[in-house]
Nanobody
Framework: QVQLVESGGGLVQPGGSLRVSCAAS????????MYWVRQAPGRGLEWVAT???????YYADSVKGRFTISRDNDKNTLDLQMNSLEPEDTAVYYC???????????GGKGTLVTVSS
């Protein structure tokens, strides 16, 4: 079964950097596009970034130029490098994958990133 386990969240000051990671299993990682989404307190899910099977990347306007999504197909891991963090980036960050077999998105339990002084 699909398993996604996020890690690396924590407390960081405004302007700081943090890298969150996702360990994937239960599916053929290198054959799937991968996503980062986030949920800020009291708000809905927000798409953050996408990386395709060809390593093409796409970002939400709110994080473009500050965040970098990457993948390691040998280790089945997905990363999100976050720089110049702002308080508005405070959220639970989830990695996600769409299963064509099951017709739905899967996500992990998330990792909390708090940007505060």
């Amino acid at each position: 079964q699909v398993q996604l386990v996020e890690s690396g969240g924590g407390l960081v000051q405004p302007g700081g950097s943090l890298r969150v990671s996702c360990a994937a299993s239960g599916f053929t990682f290198n054959e799937h596009w991968m996503y980062w989404v986030r949920q800020a307190p009291g708000r809905g899910l927000e798409w953050v970034a996408t990386i395709t099977t060809s390593d093409n990347t796409y970002y939400a306007d709110s994080v473009k130029g500050r965040f970098t999504i990457s993948r390691d197909n040998d280790k089945n891991t997905l990363d999100l490098q976050m720089n110049s963090l702002e308080p508005e980036d405070t959220a639970v960050y989830y990695c996600s994958v769409f299963s064509w077999r099951d017709g739905k998105y899967y996500g992990g339990k998330g990792t909390l990133v708090t940007v505060s002084s």
